[in-house]
């Protein structure tokens, strides 16, 4: 999400709501384009581009978790897509099954962006938000732990606790 080329003390950083409603819309932008790629791939390149799209989607719903479902009303059952992620997990990536299940996971996280697209925190983000953002956008970029786990429970599960630490110690 940040750009590479520049050193990483320059990473942009995100200190507003409008901020950080840029930088959700710029990972839902690049989530869509790797789930419409890896139907059009194969082999390597297929798992390659699913397994990236799957690390990014958990990196950013944990995100959204933490910083913008406190402020709806009402969660819809199906704004995370663990159950579609999962079913496509289990299909051979080269399978038509693994297609359909993909499908769903692109369907659920259409579903999931109309969901968040009028949500917005307004103003200066407390310490504990702008650390858990500074740890959400470290391991989208590959700067965090670099391995997060072989399923997706076990990434949520790891993306939420370096998400949740790094707003903790903010909090300290």
């Known amino acids: 999400m940040t750009d590479t ?7 942009p950083s995100i200190v507003t709501g409008e901020d950080l409603a840029d930088l959700l819309g710029r990972q839902h932008s690049e989530l869509r384009t ?19 799209a799957r690390r990014l989607l958990a990196v950013h719903l944990e995100l959204e978790t933490e910083l913008l479902l406190p402020g709806l009303d009402r969660v819809p059952a ?5 159950e579609e992620v999962v ?18 996971v692109a369907v659920a996280f259409l579903r999931h962006v109309g969901v968040l697209e009028g949500v917005r925190l307004r103003g200066q983000l407390s310490p504990p ?7 959400a956008i470290r391991l989208w970029d590959g700067r965090g732990d670099a391995y997060l786990g072989n ?20 909090s300290r």
């Open 5 to 11: 080329r520049l050193p990483l003390e320059e990473a």
């Open 34 to 52: 790797l789930l419409c790629r890896v139907p059009l791939l194969h082999d390597g390149a297929r798992e390659d581009v699913f397994l990236r």
């Open 78 to 82: 199906d704004f995370r897509l663990d």
């Open 87 to 104: 079913a496509a997990e289990r299909e051979g990536l080269e399978s038509i099954d693994f297609d359909a299940a993909l499908a769903r």
């Open 129 to 135: 938000a702008g650390e858990a953002v500074a740890a």
């Open 151 to 170: 399923t997706w429970s076990d990434m949520v599960a790891t993306v939420s606790e370096q998400v949740v630490s790094g707003a903790d110690s903010a």
